[in-house]
């Protein structure tokens, strides 16, 4: 994923930021996203002898361009002897993305923009294998924008990495989208939420709906009806709009029929 930062490092170790910010729908950010398909990583060290590695080409260009306190004692520090290659990167995928985590729920907005650029190269590096991650990741995602953050760059950051995961892991995905529905539910509004948020999580899931077989959508609709049964409360129509919103942009036909 290729990420154009913002501006150079700020006196205060962050990014500068940027005035007249402009958003892009969620559906567009997929859109314009364009990502090699996930290829076994392992075979590719093995067979092709590569040490190459997207993770630690972004830390290096990272280091240059911000200097937060966060980002540099808390992420950088010990990443930097676990990730000097991809051999070594996947040995130390545990310990890596646990820095990640840590850095992330800091929520420090001087570090998010590198520590959530370095999320989906890791995960570029790790293709399949970084699965395992994916579940925790989202709900990191998903906390950042359901939790209080007001900050538009910080709202564009996330909705990026989102975008990047989404799409990169769609094939892995298109199995069985109810492990996604269940961690992007708080971003569809149930417990309450922005509409703008409500809004990107419908197009999240209804770019994977599109891509996946109609038994797979009758089983996400039956999850769906499933948990609002037990829902109560003043935030239930917003809920009900991101719901209706991640079927209209899913654009399923008749999805009615699979339902038993």
């Not at 010990?78 to 992330?104: A, Q």
Request: aromatic letters at 10%; charged letters at 25%; glycine letters at 12%.
């Amino acid at each position: 994923m290729t990420r154009t930062a913002t501006g150079p490092a700020t006196r205060r170790g962050g990014t500068k930021p940027t005035k007249n910010h402009t958003f892009q729908s969620f559906a567009q950010k997929l859109q314009n996203l364009k990502i090699d398909p996930i290829r076994k990583v392992r075979r590719r060290v093995l067979d092709e002898g590569s040490e190459s590695s997207f993770f630690h080409s972004a830390l290096e260009k990272w280091v240059d361009l911000n200097l937060s306190t966060t980002f540099v004692e808390l992420f950088v520090r010990p990443v930097r002897p676990l990730s000097e290659s991809l051999p070594h990167i996947l040995h130390h995928k545990e310990r890596i993305f646990g820095l990640l985590v840590d850095g992330i729920k800091t929520r420090d907005v001087n570090a998010l923009e590198p520590l959530l650029d370095l999320l989906t190269q890791f995960a570029h590096d790790l293709g399949a294998e970084f699965q395992g991650f994916f579940e925790e990741s989202v709900g990191l995602l998903a906390a950042l924008v359901v939790e209080g953050f007001v900050e538009a760059q910080v709202v564009e950051w996330t909705f990026g990495a989102l975008a990047y995961l989404l799409k990169y892991l769609s094939r892995l995905l298109a199995g069985d989208l109810r492990p996604l529905f269940g961690v992007v539910r708080g971003m569809l509004g149930r417990g309450g939420g922005r509409g703008f948020v409500r809004r990107c999580a419908g197009e999240a899931v209804g770019f994977l709906i599109r891509r996946v077989k109609v038994e797979v959508v009758g089983d996400l609709a039956r999850a769906v009806f499933e948990d609002l049964r037990g829902c109560e409360g003043t935030w239930v129509p917003g809920y009900m709009e991101g719901l209706m919103g991640l079927f209209r942009e899913g654009c399923v036909v008749g999805f009615f029929s699979s339902l038993e």
